[in-house]
């Protein structure tokens, strides 16, 4: 059964920084892309990055570029979200899901960014 | 960037009822399309990929339709489990887009 574990959530400062992360068991990780969406509070969905099986590919939603990286570990079957310079409007549960098509998801983390 | 208008908003149904949600987008997409089941304070759930093709374990009553701009989510017969909030992702061009949702309640 494919499980999708978030962390590395928490309460973080405007401009500061934290690094999310997504366990991933019960498939082949290394043979899917995989993506990550956040959710506002009270808000519909928005796809935020997805990142290519090598890491090879990495695409982005512009309010994201050049504060997020998405990145991988194949070997620990694990994905990473480093979020820098974060903004108030970033304050949301973020979800990782499997595949470019965002096939199965992730219970979120929620990161809130506040003074 | 895509965007994906989904319609209606808000829709209340009694079980039983057959519903219909669409979305349509800014340009085509081919079937580069999902919908998605989300209830409150959970995940969303993946219901239909590629426009038409049942997730497995998703009901039959659940079915999708459409290509290029247009698309539809059916639902045959509303069951009490149904009410929830159902979302399309547009995935054929990046970066992918949601639509804005439709909450389907009890009427």
């Known amino acids: 059964e494919v499980q999708l574990v978030e962390s590395g959530g928490g309460l973080v400062q405007p401009g500061g920084s934290l690094r999310l992360s997504c366990a991933a068991s019960?498939?082949?990780?290394?043979?899917?892309?995989m993506t990550w969406v956040r959710q506002a509070p009270g808000k519909e969905l928005e796809w935020v990055a997805n990142i290519k099986q090598d890491g090879g590919e990495k695409y982005y939603v512009d309010s994201v570029k050049g504060r997020f990286t998405i990145s991988r570990d194949n070997a620990e079957n694990s994905l990473y979200l480093q979020m820098d310079s974060l903004r108030a409007e970033d304050t949301a549960i973020y979800y990782c899901?499997?595949?470019?098509?965002?096939?199965?998801w992730g219970q979120g983390t929620l990161v809130t960014v506040s003074s | 960037d895509i965007q994906m208008t989904q319609s209606p908003s808000s829709l209340s149904a009694s079980v039983g009822d057959r519903v219909t949600i669409t979305c349509r987008a800014s340009?085509?997409?081919?079937?580069?399309l999902g919908w998605y089941q989300q209830k409150p304070g959970k995940a969303p759930k993946r219901l239909i990929y590629?426009?038409?093709s049942l997730q497995s374990g998703v009901p039959s009553r659940f079915s999708g339709s459409g290509s290029g701009t247009e698309f539809t989510l059916t639902i045959s017969s509303l069951q009490p489990e149904d009410f929830a909030t159902y979302y399309c992702?547009?995935?054929?061009?990046?970066?992918?887009?949601f639509g804005q949702g439709t909450k389907l309640d009890i009427k």
């Open positions: 992702l547009q995935h054929n061009t990046y970066p992918c887009t």
């Open positions: 590629s426009a038409s």
């Open positions: 899901a499997t595949g470019a098509t965002a096939a199965k």
């Open positions: 019960g498939f082949t990780f290394s043979s899917f892309w």
């Open positions: 340009q085509g997409i081919r079937n580069d």
